[in-house]
């Protein structure tokens, strides 16, 4: 996600370390630089001029130009200012105070419409809600039967009628379907089209009118770069957009998208979808993309992410074997599995602040070896699990031969565990006292 931006404005960064002093001559050519980097991430260029500008005119005081770390304070300013740009506040579903809150999902088709409404039913279910889809798309051949299968798959009810071409009724009908359900958040999926046209707005108009919706929310594939920034501005001049959902954002390297929308359109963006599978729609906070665009790190999406993967059991498990200093491979696969739902590891580490610009193996790569893992664990007894010490010569073979490795790919592994083993035992040791804190051994990631 925005790698190439990153890439280029901490390489400007990077430089402006390198002196012991800025003169406003260095500012400006940094800034030009910065520029350069926002144009070719696709920003648009109205944005790019007036946040360069606002950049400069701090840049240049006497504060930034007299301090002691004129680099950090720089770097300081255009965090502020790109928060500024993104949305400096967090926005939030607005429930209405009498339920059924009513949520519309409008934009083109292909910008993952209908998957993502089916996304935000799971994170509003999560929280307690009881949320319903409504199929408004009667055009699109299968999207009422896609609406259905992502809708059964997240656990939320979905009303349909295949009978019915008047989507204005079958909205309504969904209405009262969700109150005689006691369903308090109603979700409803509009029809998209290959481009705006008058038909799409008329007819989202007409639901708009009749359902009153506390949000309309406009999905946009971030991967269009300008083209979505406009087909922003033309939906905002029509309808009552209260604000965007990003879609194929983990995708994005370039990020134009993201950038410019708050400021061309004055809305704000809601949720960003991360991936293909139904859980992978996260709330957009403008302070933390800033600092992983800056490559500043996201530690509270991490911690996040950490929470909604471990669940109570596993992180019980985690919390007994450090007291006990038990540390086995039944656990260490347990916290595998666990790190595999956090997403990506490459994109774990960009979010660790300093960690970014880690050489990483390839995310295919990765994800391999952390299968092979798996494999040659499960293949091992029960005994052998939670006592790797009996894994003999024969035993390894048998192992290899089950999980379809080599001996080499068991041994490679019981190498890494024991590391982790050690690193484990040593936290154990500092938190019962017996060992002050000196050093840990490095985490082996990758090969």
Same mark, same amino acid.
């Given at each position: 996600?925005?790698? &190439?931006?990153?890439?280029?404005?901490?390489? =400007?960064?990077?430089?402006?370390?390198?002196?012991?002093?800025?003169?406003?001559?260095?500012?400006?050519?940094?800034?030009?630089?910065?520029?350069?980097?926002?144009?070719?991430? *696709?920003?648009?260029?109205?944005?790019?001029?007036?946040?360069?500008?606002?950049?400069?005119?701090?840049?240049?005081?006497?504060? =930034?130009?007299?301090?002691?770390?004129?680099? +950090?304070?720089?770097?300081?300013?255009?965090?502020?200012?790109?928060?500024?740009?993104?949305?400096?506040?967090?926005?939030?579903?607005?429930?209405?105070?009498?339920?059924?809150?009513?949520?519309?999902?409008?934009?083109?088709?292909?910008?993952?419409?209908?998957?993502?409404?089916?996304?935000?039913?799971?994170?509003?279910?999560?929280?307690?809600?009881?949320?319903?889809?409504?199929?408004?798309?009667?055009?699109?051949?299968?999207?009422?039967?896609?609406?259905?299968?992502?809708?059964?798959?997240?656990?939320?009810?979905?009303?349909?009628?295949?009978?019915?071409?008047?989507?204005?009724?079958?909205?309504?009908?969904?209405?009262?379907?969700?109150?005689?359900?006691?369903?308090?958040?109603?979700?409803?999926?509009?029809?998209?089209?290959?481009?705006?046209?008058?038909?799409?707005?008329?007819?989202?108009?007409?639901?708009?009118?009749?359902?009153?919706? &506390?949000?309309?929310?406009?999905?946009?594939?971030? !991967?269009?770069?300008?083209?979505? =920034?406009?087909?922003?501005?033309?939906?905002?001049?029509?309808?009552?957009?209260?604000?965007?959902?990003?879609?194929?954002?983990?995708?994005?390297?370039?990020?134009?998208?993201?950038?410019?929308?708050?400021?061309?359109?004055?809305?704000?963006?809601?949720?960003?979808?991360?991936?293909?599978?139904?859980?992978?729609?996260?709330?957009?906070?403008?302070?933390?993309?800033?600092?992983?665009?800056?490559?500043?790190?996201?530690?509270?999406?991490?911690?996040?992410?950490?929470?909604?993967?471990?669940?109570?059991?596993?992180?019980?498990?985690?919390?007994?074997?450090?007291?006990?200093?038990?540390?086995?491979?039944?656990?260490?696969?347990?916290?595998? +599995?666990?790190?595999?739902?956090?997403?990506?590891?490459?994109?774990?580490?960009?979010?660790?602040?300093?960690?970014?610009?880690?050489?990483?193996?390839?995310?295919?790569?990765?994800?391999?070896?952390?299968?092979?893992?798996?494999?040659?664990? +499960? &293949?091992?007894?029960? *005994?052998?699990?939670?006592?790797?010490?009996?894994?003999?010569?024969?035993?390894?073979?048998?192992?290899?031969?089950?999980?379809?490795?080599? =001996?080499?790919?068991?041994?490679?592994?019981?190498?890494?565990?024991?590391?982790?083993?050690?690193?484990?035992?040593?936290?154990?040791?500092?938190?019962?006292?017996?060992?002050? !804190?000196?050093?840990?051994?490095?985490?082996?990631?990758?090969?």
């Amino acid at each position: 996600m925005f790698n &190439s931006l990153s890439e280029k404005l901490q390489g =400007v960064f990077t430089r402006l370390r390198g002196k012991g002093t800025l003169k406003e001559q260095d500012v400006t050519e940094a800034l030009r630089e910065v520029r350069l980097a926002l144009l070719e991430a *696709d920003v648009n260029f109205k944005v790019v001029k007036d946040l360069v500008a606002r950049i400069k005119e701090r840049c240049v005081g006497s504060e =930034v130009l007299q301090s002691l770390t004129p680099a +950090q304070h720089v770097v300081k300013i255009v965090n502020e200012e790109l928060c500024t740009v993104l949305g400096e506040d967090e926005s939030w579903i607005k429930y209405s105070s009498q339920p059924p809150t009513v949520i519309m999902m409008v934009g083109l088709q292909g910008s993952g419409k209908t998957t993502t409404c089916a996304k935000l039913a799971a994170m509003i279910r999560k929280q307690g809600r009881h949320p319903m889809l409504v199929a408004c798309d009667v055009y699109r051949p299968a999207a009422i039967k896609q609406l259905q299968v992502v809708g059964e798959s997240v656990k939320v009810p979905v009303h349909a009628d295949l009978e019915q071409k008047d989507v204005v009724r079958i909205a309504q009908d969904g209405l009262r379907a969700a109150k005689e359900q006691h369903c308090d958040v109603v979700i409803i999926d509009t029809a998209g089209r290959l481009h705006v046209d008058e038909d799409m707005m008329a007819e989202v108009q007409r639901l708009q009118a009749a359902l009153q919706p &506390s949000e309309e929310l406009l999905v946009l594939d971030a !991967m269009t770069g300008q083209d979505a =920034v406009n087909v922003a501005t033309q939906f905002t001049e029509r309808l009552n957009v209260t604000g965007f959902v990003l879609t194929k954002l983990d995708g994005d390297t370039r990020g134009g998208a993201a950038i410019s929308i708050r400021a061309v359109t004055g809305k704000p963006i809601k949720f960003m979808g991360m991936g293909e599978k139904l859980d992978a729609l996260e709330p957009f906070h403008p302070d933390r993309m800033a600092s992983r665009i800056l490559g500043m790190g996201d530690v509270l999406s991490i911690i996040e992410r950490a929470q909604m993967a471990f669940d109570e059991k596993s992180a019980l498990d985690m919390q007994k074997a450090l007291l006990s200093n038990r540390f086995d491979l039944e656990i260490y696969l347990n916290q595998m +599995q666990t790190v595999r739902k956090m997403g990506p590891l490459e994109e774990i580490m960009k979010a660790i602040p300093g960690m970014g610009g880690m050489k990483l193996p390839p995310p295919e790569e990765s994800e391999r070896e952390m299968s092979r893992a798996q494999a040659i664990i +499960q &293949s091992m007894t029960r *005994d052998e699990r939670r006592d790797p010490s009996i894994l003999n010569g024969s035993r390894r073979r048998r192992i290899a031969r089950g999980s379809g490795t080599s =001996v080499q790919d068991v041994n490679q592994l019981l190498k890494k565990f024991e590391q982790t083993r050690k690193m484990m035992s040593q936290v154990h040791q500092i938190s019962t006292g017996k060992k002050k !804190m000196r050093g840990f051994p490095r985490m082996p990631f990758g090969r």
